[in-house]
């Protein structure tokens, strides 16, 4: 079983290798809560944090406290190994000015100046019960039992200072983040993550993921910016659609994940290869094309999604999607592909119905706490 070390520059969970199972979860600060409440919060995320990911219980542990007080740990976790878990923390738009524009915490001057709500996308339909939220915990790990103790640990720990606002289970990762890693596939059943930014690619990790100290503010240096966004997948249709049309969608074949242009895999796509009749072989509307960084002015994003199968409706249709998670130096890069995509010939058979933005903070040095820069 993996374990990855908690601390360091960065926070894991990022570049990591992308484990199995997803639990997201966002909080809201509670109206009563103080500065010293968030700094106590983090403080004891940090150490709750550090203690899981290692495969510890909290405190004095899920039966080995006092029989007169509830356990410290709730203990559905124990016995299991740390399975790769890594929980990885981040600020919201409201953490720093609430939508009445308070600056609860007396930290709305350090807000990063691109740290804003996302534009309205083409084709959103956002509810409130999945989007936003003033801060975001990302929990990973190879069984889905010790990503849920995680965040429901997390959960307790915050009683009284904060809440939980809207979690998401996901499971069968949409993304590879290290070249070790055979690409998974998405719930369209196409290969996903092929072009995604590996780990291994450090000049490009460095360049596209993390905050660099020019970029400012200087508190955020080592971090990210983390964009979720539920996706739902409209099955049914796709499910009618022929293999041809679900090729042409995409812009590459199903079965190996090669562009429609030819080659295998990890072949580059070639935009301008045409088939006797004239037309491009990769459709000038497909996902790969509108999302490529050839027609983004370079942009590329870390992409760490994960599916997700939320039961179903009372049509006995799925309730499922992609739960669409990217890491990015600025939200610009999401942005600029996100309204690329606006002509995307995927749109047919997806909405996107959750949305939320977070800065993640640099990791956290032994002894110190997740956000210790920006107090
Ligand atoms: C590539 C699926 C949403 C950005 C791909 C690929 C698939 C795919 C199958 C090709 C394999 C690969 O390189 O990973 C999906 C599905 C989505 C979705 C099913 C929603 C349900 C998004 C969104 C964005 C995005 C919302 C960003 C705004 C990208 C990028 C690439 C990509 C940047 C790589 C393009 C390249 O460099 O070739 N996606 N995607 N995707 N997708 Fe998506």
């Known amino acids: 079983s993996n374990r990855y070390p908690f601390h360091g520059a960065h926070q894991a969970g990022i570049v990591t290798p992308s484990q199995d199972r997803l639990h997201f979860a966002a909080f809201d600060m509670s109206s009563t809560a103080t500065r010293a409440d968030l700094i106590s919060l983090l403080s004891d995320w940090t150490a709750a944090a550090a203690r899981l990911t290692q495969g510890s219980t909290i405190g004095d542990g899920a039966v080995d406290g006092e029989l007169l007080a509830p356990p410290d740990d709730t203990g559905e976790a124990l016995g299991l190994p740390p399975s790769g878990l890594t929980i990885t923390f ?29 534009p309205h996308f083409r084709g959103d339909l956002l509810v409130a019960a999945a989007s936003g939220g003033d801060l975001c915990v990302q929990a990973c790990a190879d069984d889905p039992q010790v990503a849920v103790h995680a965040i429901r640990n997390l959960s307790r720990i915050a009683f009284g200072r904060a809440a939980l606002r809207w979690s998401q289970l996901g499971f069968g990762r949409t993304s590879s983040t290290s070249t070790a890693q055979t690409t998974p596939r998405n719930l369209f059943g196409f290969k996903d993550g092929t072009a995604n930014i590996k780990a291994e690619e450090t000049a490009a990790v460095d360049d596209d993921v993390w905050v660099s100290a020019s970029d400012g503010p200087a508190w955020l240096a080592g971090g990210s910016y983390l964009v979720a966004r539920k996706i739902r997948m409209v099955i049914e249709n796709w499910d009618h659609t022929q293999l041809g049309e679900q090729q042409r969608v995409i812009g590459r074949d199903k079965g190996e994940g090669a562009p429609l242009s030819g080659g295998t895999e990890f072949t580059e796509p070639d935009f301008h290869a045409r088939r006797a009749d004239g037309s ?79 800065a993640v903070p640099p990791g956290a040095r032994a002894g110190q706490s997740i956000g210790a820069t920006l107090f």
């Open 90 to 118: 981040g600020f919201g738009p409201t953490l720093f000015r609430d939508a009445a524009g308070t600056d609860r915490f007396g930290i709305a001057a350090r807000t990063p100046p691109l740290l804003r709500e996302l």
């Open 280 to 358: 491009t072989k990769i459709d000038a509307q497909s996902h790969v094309r509108l999302a490529h960084p050839d027609f983004n002015k370079g942009t590329r994003l870390l992409r760490r999604g994960y599916n997700f199968v939320d039961g179903n409706d009372e049509l006995g249709r799925l309730n499922a999607g992609l739960f669409f998670i990217s890491f990015q130096r600025s939200p610009e890069q999401f942005i600029r592909v996100q309204h690329n995509l606006a002509d995307d010939a995927m749109n047919e058979y997806i909405k996107h119905v959750g949305s939320a933005i977070f």
